[in-house]
T-cell receptor, first 113, second 114 residues
């Protein structure tokens, strides 16, 4: 069990560019979650997968955001046409089942200039 | 709207002191409540999870309690150490309408002074 990993750890991009983040969950966990955290705030839920199926999306997830989890393993979160307001820490978590402990990765810090 | 509140936003204590962090939630229909620790610029480390049917959970110097009727949870840290300095977040998992997303408070930033 190596924990949840996320790459890259830091990303600086210019406004209008597209970015993609990757999350590798704990190997036997079939639930995967994405959250966004801005400075001084708690994380906010973005989306949730059970295996490869995206079952829930927050209204925070605008049309510029898309998430996938092909084959129910790793997941990617893509942001198109980035805006300065997208600057945040993007956190990924996984769990073995619904309603049990969620384990978080180290996060990807995005800075949009 | 389901909300989680943590007061105070920041707390400073001398080393060795016992302390309590507070968390309140607006809807008693929670599935569970989880406490996390976050170091600056890092991800979240899970500390304790309390199921809605439980009253408390303990791990080492940490004890978390849950009172659904009053909408409150507390995290008790015994014999605080400088290494306990971090932001502590509580998060409620609500089970209504098939949603299983965690709702977080803004956290309490704890500083333990040597």
């Amino acid at each position: 069990d190596t924990g949840v990993s996320q790459n890259p750890r830091h990303k600086i991009t210019k406004r209008g560019q597209n970015v993609t983040f990757r999350c590798d969950p704990i190997s036997e966990h079939n639930r995967l979650y994405w959250y966004r955290q801005t400075l001084g705030q708690g994380p906010e839920f973005l989306t949730y997968f059970q295996n490869e199926a995206q079952l829930e999306k927050s209204r925070l997830l605008s049309d510029r955001f898309s998430a996938e989890r092909p084959k129910g393993s790793f997941s990617t979160l893509e942001i198109q046409r980035t805006e300065q307001g997208d600057s945040a820490m993007y956190l990924c978590a996984s769990s073995l089942a619904l309603g049990v402990e969620q384990y978080f990765g180290p996060g990807t810090r995005l800075t949009v200039t | 709207k389901q909300e989680v509140t943590q007061i105070p936003a920041a707390l400073s204590v001398p080393e060795g002191e016992n302390l309590v962090l507070n968390c309140s939630f607006t809807d008693s229909a929670i599935y569970n409540l989880q406490w996390f620790r976050q170091d600056p610029g890092k991800g979240l480390t899970s500390l304790l999870l309390i199921q809605s049917s439980q009253r408390e959970q303990t791990s080492g110097r940490l004890n978390a309690s849950l009172d659904k009727s009053s909408g409150r949870s507390t995290l008790y840290i015994a014999a605080s150490q400088p290494g306990d300095s971090a932001t502590y977040l509580c998060a409620a998992l609500y089970s209504g309408a098939g949603s299983y997303q965690l709702t977080f408070g803004k956290g309490t930033k704890l500083s333990v002074i040597p």
